[in-house]
């Protein structure tokens, strides 16, 4: 796995890579998913860092543990992740955006209508 050169911790760009997967359906609700050390190894990270990882997303009701057995996809993953990161956006990632924007002199008309060609041309398959 790649790693972003920014202030995000390794464990959190882990755990957003499983929220990818979530939502791209590689990790479908109940299934289990790679031990903390098999995970470690395949992005060739510490044990550590993982179980960091799986914590968080734990803690965020994305994923369960049923001891000694694994880690599973929740029922309601799907949903927490889709929360989890429309929070990030509306509180963390818009405001920077909207304060860039408003540097630069773009219009919220001028946004709309490029929002609304993005939409237009990147429909889903």
Same mark, same amino acid.
């Given at each position: ?50 179980? /960091?990882?799986?914590?968080? +997303?734990? *803690?965020?009701?994305? =994923?369960?543990?049923? $001891?000694?057995?694994?880690?599973? %996809?929740? &029922? ?8 989890? /990161?429309?929070?990030?956006? +509306?509180? *963390?990632?818009?405001? =920077?955006?909207?304060? $860039?924007?408003?540097?630069?002199? %773009?219009? &919220? ?17």
């Amino acid at each position: 796995m790649l790693f972003q050169e920014n202030n995000k911790a390794i464990y959190l760009q882990l755990a957003d890579a499983i929220c990818d997967g979530i939502l791209a359906g590689d990790f479908p609700p109940g299934n289990r998913i790679q031990s903390v050390r098999e995970y470690a190894a395949s992005v060739e990270v510490n044990a550590n860092t993982v179980m /960091r990882s799986y914590d968080y +997303l734990a *803690g965020n009701g994305i =994923i369960f543990n049923k $001891r000694g057995i694994g880690y599973f %996809i929740s &029922p309601d993953a799907v949903e927490k992740v889709r929360s989890l /990161r429309r929070s990030e956006l +509306l509180e *963390g990632e818009l405001k =920077i955006l909207f304060y $860039r924007l408003k540097l630069l002199g %773009i219009t &919220p008309a001028e946004l709309s209508n490029l929002y609304a060609g993005f939409c237009a041309t990147n429909q889903p398959s």
